[in-house]
Every structure is written in C-alpha cells, then in structure tokens.
C-alpha cells in the first residue's frame, strides 16, 4: 500500500465487475465510490490490485444461520428431508440464544471473509424453539454491521395452521424487527392455508415475502401459481420471493416456459440452492439419478430474476459448505450445463446484481456514487471468477477494509 493525501482510499488498475476489462483506478472517499477512471491522479492511500477484478460484494439471499454447524448433534442415515427435518426438530429443542450466537458467528465470520457484504437469514420459530433463534441472531446484526448487514426472514419450518403457537411467534417475531416473512407450506395441513396467512402478515407490517416452496421431484400441482395469483391480488409483485422450487426441475421445457412467464409477469423472484437441492433430491433414484437443481439461468431471459445462495450450512439438510457463493455460482453451473460465456456472467449476476434486487437494494454496483462495499477477486473478469473459483483478496464495506487474503506464492528454487 502506498501513502498518500486527498481521497480516503485508491485501488489501482483494477477491472471492474461487467466492464470492458480496461485498467481503472477506483477512489473511495467517506464510504463511497467517488471515482472510477483510467490513471486518475488522486492522491490517497493506495492498493495495486494488478489487473485484478473489483465487483459489488456478494448477498447471501437465503441461509439458515439458526440450525448451522449441528453435525455433530445429528445422525444422517437416509439423507431425505423427513429426516432433516426431523433430525434438526429434535435437535433445535436444546438450542440456546448463546448457542445459536456461536454458531451464527462461526458462519458469519466464513462469509464475510468470501466476500459476502449482505445477507438475509431465515430462521423459523415454533413452540418448540420459540424466539430463541431470533434472539440469538439479532445482537450479531450490530456487531457485524461493520463488515455485513444482515436482515431475518422469520418463517415456520414444521408448518403453521397445523402448529399451534407458531402465528403469535412469528407475529413477535416481525415486532421484534424482521424485515421478511417466509413459508414452508409443503410441512402444513393447509399449505394455500399458510400462505394465505403469511400474505397476510406482509401486508400487515409492510415486509416482502420470501417463502420456501414446491420441493419435491415431480411437477405437478406447484404451489407458485397460487403464490403469484396472490402477488397479483395484492400488489406485492418485486416483493416475493420462492426458494428451492425444485419440481420445477422436473417440469417439461413448455411447462417451464409457461410458468417462468407467469413468475415474471406477477413479479415473483426465484432463489435456487444448489447444493441443498443436490443433496437432498433424487434420493427415491437407483440409477440416473436425477439432480433436482432448477435451471435458473433459463428463467432469466423470460424476465424473471434469479439468485443462487447457500441456504444450509453442516446440518442434515447439507452436511457441506464454506458460505463462498463463488463455490455455490460455480456447482451450480457445473450441475446445470452452464457452458456459455453470457450464461457463466449470469451465474456470477446471480449472487451479486440480481440478488441485490430482492433484497430490495438500490445501485449495488462498482459506480460513482454507489456504496463501497466492494470484493476484490483473484481474475480479470466475472467468467473467469466462475470457471475457475478464483479467490477473494480483499473486501470492504462503506470504503473500510474488512479481510484481505495474500495471493498465493510458488517458491520456485
């Protein structure tokens, strides 16, 4: 780093995520980009990144900080979701608002240090965990705020209309400062029952909606028509959110095409899991086992937007997972036959930009102007940080340094 006056900070010939490849210089001043332009001059502090990519930071849109890193609690004999979710239930009733603050920190310190500057958690309540998760995971909002903003979609994973308690907790839950509502409807005895219910709540305190939805193998009777139905009905398009959807996996090329244009006229975004989904579907399969990974990256250009996350972390429902979305953006693309260059920069869009969007924030970008909060990646461009799971080097949050990773040495004799 060398020493200067004038702006806070000057990262140097650096390519910048989505641009032509050209050598820029980046200034950041009071937590903001304050310029971007070749050999620039200013004065300030400076970083040579080398010719190496800049990008807006990565965004976790759906993971599970709750139920993280409780392996070691579990047992994994079928691998099938009943079991997950029967396994984590059991689990869950020794929980702890310190236990889960440890484990959360653990996953959140991981992301931070791939680069990740914002995240929304989902984290269920019931009578069984009542508010502990949340109560564990709301002190770290503040005390990493200084290198990731983190929201709660607070959402009921053993069902609602069939779990007594669970409405007046997820109600305390939005009180206590949950800026999403989510859904498992496929765990309720009334699943249009629950998400008539959680509309509900979004409208009640103003808050989008980001549900868990339509996991299984087959294509029949997807539950995301009746979400976007409702979307229409009560406005809340560019509001909600499904995850999983992996029956979609399963859906004809028409069906898809049919449905990605129903999503993308009401509004409704899609996150994909790719290793959940991996993990966890096809287990019925003996042979050509199928993947059960929805192929986002052709919903892209009917219009509907997409993101790629996390989701599990070392628990049943992934006993895998170092919170990179590089790592995730790359399985997915291997997993999905993504092989084109425009597609491979979507894969990268989808843990950035279009992520950005359903967390509802505004010019996540390299931009003057733009808040600094920034991912230094070991490539020259956003395919090449796919293809090849390059490394983050450095990461900031409003202009302020928040990890830095030396590039690798080869000690040649």
């Known amino acids: 780093m060398r020493k200067g006056r004038g702006m806070d900070l000057l990262l140097t010939n650096a390519r910048v ?18 310029a971007i332009a070749p050999d620039s001059g200013i004065s300030a502090d400076t970083i040579d990144l080398g010719g190496r990519l800049i990008s807006p930071g990565f965004i976790e849109t759906h993971i599970h900080l709750d139920k993280a890193c409780i392996l070691d609690r579990c047992s994994a004999k079928r691998g099938d979701l009943e079991e997950a979710i029967g396994e984590v239930s059991a689990a869950k009733k020794g929980f702890t608002p310190e236990d889960v603050a440890v484990r959360a920190r653990n996953v959140i310190e991981k992301a931070i240090s791939h680069g990740t500057t914002h995240m929304r958690t989902h984290l269920e309540v019931d009578p069984v965990i009542g508010l502990r998760g949340l109560n564990g995971i709301f002190p770290l909002i503040e005390e990493y705020r200084w290198a990731i903003d983190i929201e709660v979609c607070v959402f009921p994973q053993e069902g609602l209309l ?25 765990t309720d005895s009334d699943p249009h029952g629950q998400i ?17 939805l339509d996991f299984g193998d087959t294509a029949d009777e997807l539950d995301v028509d009746y979400v976007c139905r409702l979307t229409d009905q009560f406005g809340w398009g560019g509001r909600v959110t499904v995850g999983h959807v992996t029956k979609l996996s399963a859906a004809t090329p028409d069906h898809m095409a049919a449905v990605g244009k129903r999503m993308a006229d009401a509004g409704v975004a899609l996150t994909v899991l790719p290793s ?17 990974v929805t192929a986002a ?5 009917l219009g509907v937007n997409c993101s790629l996350s996390t989701n599990n972390v070392l628990n049943p429902f992934t006993p895998f997972g170092d919170c990179s979305l590089l790592r995730m953006a790359n399985l997915y693309a291997n997993i999905c036959h993504v092989g084109a260059a425009a597609q491979v920069r979507d894969c990268f869009d989808m843990v950035t930009s279009r992520s950005a969007r359903i967390l509802g924030l505004e010019q996540h970008a390299v931009e003057v102007g733009a808040a600094a909060d920034l991912v230094v990646i070991d490539a020259k461009n956003t395919e090449a940080a796919v293809a090849e ?10 202009g302020r340094m928040t990890f830095r990773r030396e590039p690798v040495e080869l000690m040649s004799p």
């Not at 995520?17 to 050209?22: P, S, T």
């Not at 959940?276 to 059960?292: P, Q, S, V, W």
């Open 276 to 292: 959940t989904d991996l993990f966890l579907m096809g287990r019925d399969d003996e042979r050509n086992i199928r993947r059960g």
């Open 17 to 34: 995520a989505g641009g032509d490849g050209a050598l820029v210089d980046v200034a950041i001043d009071a937590g903001r980009v304050a």
């Open 196 to 212: 008539d219910r959680v509309f509900e709540m979004a409208r009640e305190f103003d808050v989008p909606i980001d549900m868990h």
């Open 162 to 186: 069939n779990n007594p308690g669970t409405d007046e907790l997820m109600v305390e839950g939005l009180k206590m400062g949950a800026r999403a509502v989510g859904a498992a409807p496929y």
């Open 389 to 398: 799971l390059a490394v983050p080097l450095y990461g900031f949050k409003n």
């Open 297 to 301: 990256h052709r919903l892209l250009p």
